[in-house]
């Protein structure tokens, strides 16, 4: 059930948000497949490699952004005679995307110096200035009214709450942040979380309005927050922080619920820690010469597969360079299912370790030891299923009921560098470096 | 005596004293050492005196001599008075006083001279033993002395390192002080520095815009082949104040939708929690009702609760009123309410727990001595039990072997005939109820074969009727009056079958009557040749049960061994019969 390898490059291949398309890019070209068929029903040729591409929220505009001429080119799905460049010109270009509704383009121009707004319907082009280069400066609400914005102006952190229909300033405040690092809406939209830079462990929460809703601190004179996500509902917001926790608080107080630890020793009896265990294909000397010519490829693969390890038992750790600028420790990467149900976690000085949390009885239900680090982690947008590789020929799933691993069954070596779902759940496109497949779920026998 | 001492101790002490360890010589041989200075020591003089008493006294100087010795004697304290008034020759008697007394002296002196000398040896020990333990005791300080000086050397030499560690923390707090402000002006200056830097940071930024807006660069554009419809399909809307107000509006509904839809999910949480409060009100309330009936009637209790559990069964229902009013007071009514049955209840549990423990406490120890008493004696009975059957088992195994092993002790074998046809009745019993089951079949089925019987007989009547019929056609036929008979026909059917009825009556009787008659008997009735092969088929399946039946008769009488073998077989056949049969 995988379909054969196409190729790309720079890992830009994206599904159309209805999923039904499939764009890629290779070089300078830009193809749409069709998902089932994996026809190229479009081709499209840009002016350069194509640095960034991004589908519009309707699906009907593909975004091809390439930065170092500070061009940007758009394309129609509906109409494939029509197009769209836009020229930054000489002041640069480090990033571009599309507005909520697909019909604007935000641009930000080299050194944050501003963000230019191109209007695909009235050409009118109108400028943010003071954006702020972080993490996350910029994030619109999931219905796509709102964005706001994280301004530095004054030696002070300021937000910006714009209406997305016509770019009117609805709130501008001043953040009671030292250094702003990152900005995220609640999903319902309501609920603005904004965090300091790692120096300082500070969660702030505004409300939509700009009223300062509560703030959050967990401890001091450390090293702080690492990541930040909602949970679907926005029922939790769960902060991953240096100190190898995750702590989670609630929407109606904003106090912490609990916090989950990543020990070196697991010891949790309700917990299942699957291990990868990698054994060589065993080939008889005497058969050798004969199967070495035919089979090939096939001798030097491995197989994996899991074992339920006993408990208590020990988490590969390795000991980080605590004196470099961002020091491999703590949670770098947290996913929530689609069902809330559960909560993926990754905590960066173990990093051949996947954590699954248990959100309805707040416990840990299952750790993944792979051989090889962790490189991308996502979940099924429709069950509770998880995949994740770690850049070797293999996929990896994980739901309640257990854990498999495939093989990716390919020509030469399809090394899985990153994988996505398709937003049906019903297929995962896996990404090497220089290719990418398709694997089709079918949800009886995967189960 | 005293003078004589100290007189005969005078040129000594110099002695003494000079040499120490010379007096043990000086004890053991006195005479060689003191025998030149005779005269100073007079110990020596009476034994060296008869000796030298030629040389000493002659005839012509005793009266010398004896004033001499007079003198002697009288210096040394005794009464020498005896010899000065015998002038002309030496009386014995004086003398031998005088050597008597001379003699005890010396003996005495001699004793003396022996203790002093014992006195002198342990004093010398003593003193020896003293001085051993002196330089001893000199070494022991000599050496705590040094030790002494050494720790003080350490101490002072530990103080020293006090004062220089002392001198390195002071140092070091002071260079910390120094480091920390230093680090606070670092860190003053290096936020002041990137304020700074932002700031120029941010003009340049403004002055790139400036620059670039003034430049009107010409390649900032956006060419688009034609415009496209805003998603909404509406089109765009001047920005006014209205417009301002609308997105407020928006805002504040968007909010306000949000806190509406989280009241309500707090609306239901709160009620579904209020409800199970109420519950659980009510199942207190319930559990503590019959409790409070009975602290009613304990004397014990102390009224206090009984009023407070008055009192709370009011608050109970007031609450329960107020709770659907959901203000403050009610809220407080209720806790304090929740708490008090809580409390209640709490004690309630602790008191029955206690009560319980110690009623069990109680029952169980006399339970247990009670119940362990009876079981062993139960166990003991049981035993007994056991040993007997046993014993019997043993004894009836040791019959059987005797019977065996003997079978021609004639009692023995009588007995167990006897025995044996106690059983065969038994079994003889069993079969003849059996055996009257088998006789009530049989009458069943003979009964069916009369039937049959009855049955073929009309057949054959209605045959031969018929027979008679169609003869009687074909003759009538024959007859040239045949229309004038036809019309005849059926009472002359019905005069045939009458007569026929009679005679299959006096057929069916027989076999009624003669039930020891065999069944062949029913063969010999004039059946109709045509149905005779099964009806004969029947009788041979079924033949077997009248043999049977006899041989088993014939047995009866016959001797029980062999009955015995043959019982179980003719049961087995027996039961083979009746399934057989049954279907009939």
């Known amino acids: ?447 | 005596m005293g003078d004589w001492w100290t007189a005969a101790m005078m040129p000594d002490p110099a002695h003494d004293t000079k040499d120490l360890s010379s007096i043990s010589g000086i004890s053991m041989s006195p005479c060689r050492q003191n025998s030149p200075p005779s005269l100073h020591s007079s110990m020596a003089l009476p034994r060296t005196s008869y000796s030298v008493l030629s040389a000493f006294c002659t005839e012509d100087n005793v009266s010398q001599c004896i004033v001499y010795i007079n003198q002697e004697v009288c210096s040394l304290g005794l009464s020498g008075v005896g010899l000065e008034c015998v002038s002309d020759g030496p009386s014995a008697v004086p003398l031998l006083n005088v050597l008597y007394e001379v003699l005890q002296l010396q003996k005495r002196s001699q004793r003396a001279l022996q203790e002093l000398e014992n006195q002198q040896l342990k004093t010398s020990s003593d003193l020896e033993h003293l001085q051993h333990s002196n330089s001893r005791l000199k070494d022991q300080l000599e050496h705590t002395r040094r030790e002494n000086s050494g720790l003080h050397e350490g101490e002072r030499r530990l103080q020293l390192k006090i004062k220089t560690l002392q001198n390195c923390l002071k140092s070091e707090k002071d260079e910390v002080q120094k480091l920390q402000s230093i680090i606070s002006s670092r860190a003053t200056q290096y936020n002041h520095d990137t304020k700074r830097k932002e700031r120029e940071c941010t003009k340049l930024k403004e002055r790139l815009n400036q620059l670039l807006m003034d430049k009107r660069d010409k390649k900032l554009a956006i060419e688009v082949s034609n415009y496209v419809g805003r998603s909404d399909g509406k089109r765009g809307l001047w920005k006014t104040g209205k417009m301002e107000a609308r997105h407020e509006g928006e805002m504040y509904k968007a909010l306000l939708g949000d806190y509406e839809s989280r009241q309500r999910s707090l609306m239901l949480e709160n009620s579904e929690l209020k409800k199970v409060l109420q519950h659980m009100k009510k199942d207190m309330i319930s559990i503590l009702s019959p409790k409070k009936a009975r602290v009613k009637t304990e004397p014990t209790d102390d009224s206090l609760e009984r009023v407070g559990s008055e009192g709370e069964e009011e608050a109970a229902d007031s609450s329960r009123e107020t709770l659907e009013q959901a203000c403050e007071q009610a809220r407080e009514q209720l806790t304090n309410s929740i708490r008090l049955q809580w409390r209640r209840l709490k004690s309630h549990m602790e008191r029955l727990d206690s009560q319980a423990s110690l009623v069990a406490c109680q029952e169980r120890e006399g339970e247990d001595q009670m119940s362990r008493r009876e079981q062993e004696d139960e166990i003991q009975r049981m035993r007994l039990e056991v040993q007997q059957c046993k014993e019997f088992i043993h004894v009836q195994q040791q019959l059987l072997q005797q019977q065996l092993s003997s079978p021609c002790d004639d009692e023995t074998a009588a007995l167990l005939n006897d025995c044996y046809t106690l059983e065969e009745k038994e079994r003889l019993k069993e079969e003849w109820r059996l055996f009257d089951e088998q006789k009530k079949n049989f009458e069943k089925e003979r009964k069916n074969f009369t039937e049959a019987a009855i049955r073929l007989g009309h057949e054959r009547k209605a045959f031969e009727d018929d027979r008679a019929a169609w003869l009687k056609t074909q003759f009538l036929n024959m007859t040239p009056f045949v229309d004038r008979k036809r019309p005849a026909l059926p009472e002359a059917e019905c005069a045939l079958s009458a007569s026929t009825e009679p005679e299959a009556k006096i057929q069916s009787t027989p076999p009624l009557l003669t039930k020891s008659q065999s069944y062949r008997a029913f063969s010999t009735p004039r059946a109709a040749p045509v149905k005779m092969p099964s009806t004969a088929d029947l009788y041979r399946s079924l033949r077997l049960i009248p043999e049977s039946r006899g041989h088993g008769r014939r047995q009866s009488g016959e001797t029980v061994r062999s009955r015995l073998r043959n019982g179980s077989v003719d049961c087995s056949v027996f039961s083979l019969v009746r399934d057989e049969n049954s279907p009939i």
């Open chain 1, 1 to 447: 059930n995988f379909s054969e390898v196409l190729k790309q490059s720079n890992q830009l291949s994206k599904v159309s948000p209805d999923g039904k398309y499939m764009a890629t890019c290779v070089q300078y070209r830009l193809m749409v497949r069709d998902i089932n068929t994996l026809q190229i029903v479009h081709l499209y040729s840009c002016m350069d490699q194509v640095m960034h591409m991004e589908w519009s929220a309707d699906s009907l505009f593909i975004l091809c952004a390439m930065y170092k001429r500070g061009l940007v080119q758009v394309w129609s799905l509906e109409q494939p005679d029509w197009h769209c460049k836009i020229d930054e010109g000489s002041i640069g270009l480090v990033s571009s995307r599309w507005s909520p509704d697909g019909r604007h383009i935000l641009n930000t121009t080299e050194f944050h110096l501003r963000i230019t707004v191109w209007s695909l319907c009235t050409k009118s082009v109108s400028y943010i200035k003071y954006p702020k280069a972080c993490q996350k400066g910029m994030d619109f609400t999931s219905d796509g009214r709102y964005m706001a914005l994280a301004e530095r102006r004054e030696c002070k952190d300021y937000i910006s709450v714009f209406v997305c229909d016509d770019w009117h300033l609805l709130r501008h405040f001043e953040s009671e942040t030292q250094d702003l690092a990152g900005l995220e809406w609640s999903p319902n939209g309501c609920v603005l979380a904004v965090w300091d830079s790692c120096l300082e462990y500070k969660m702030l929460l505004y409300s939509l309005d700009g009223r300062l809703l509560s703030s959050y601190s967990a401890y001091e004179w450390s090293l702080g927050i690492k990541s930040v996500t909602w949970s679907p509902s926005s029922q939790f917001l769960v902060i991953g922080s240096y100190d190898e926790k995750v702590r989670i608080l609630n929407h109606i107080t904003w106090k912490k619920i609990t916090e989950f630890e990543h020990p070196g020793t697991i010891s949790n009896s309700k917990a299942v820690v699957f291990k990868e265990m990698e054994k060589s294909a065993v080939v008889g000397r005497d058969d050798l010469s004969i199967h070495q010519l035919t089979v090939g490829n096939s001798l030097f693969s491995t197989q994996s597969k899991y074992e339920i390890t006993q408990l208590p038992t020990q988490v590969p750790v390795i000991k980080p360079d605590l004196d470099r600028a961002n020091p491999k420790i703590g949670i770098s990467a947290m996913a929530f299912s689609a069902d809330n149900r559960y909560l993926a976690t990754k905590n960066d000085n173990m990093p051949q370790s996947l954590w699954v949390w248990d959100m309805q009885r707040l416990s840990l239900l299952a750790v993944l030891e792979q051989t090889a680090p962790v490189r991308c982690f996502n979940w099924d947008p429709c069950r509770p299923r998880l995949a994740l590789c770690t850049g070797n020929t293999r996929v990896y799933l994980w739901s309640p009921a257990g854990c498999v691993s495939v093989n990716v069954p390919v020509e030469g070596s399809f090394q899985v560098q990153s994988l996505f779902w398709h937003c049906s759940g019903n297929s995962l496109i896996l990404l090497s470096k220089e290719q990418l497949c398709l694997c089709y779920m079918d949800s009886d026998d995967k189960k």
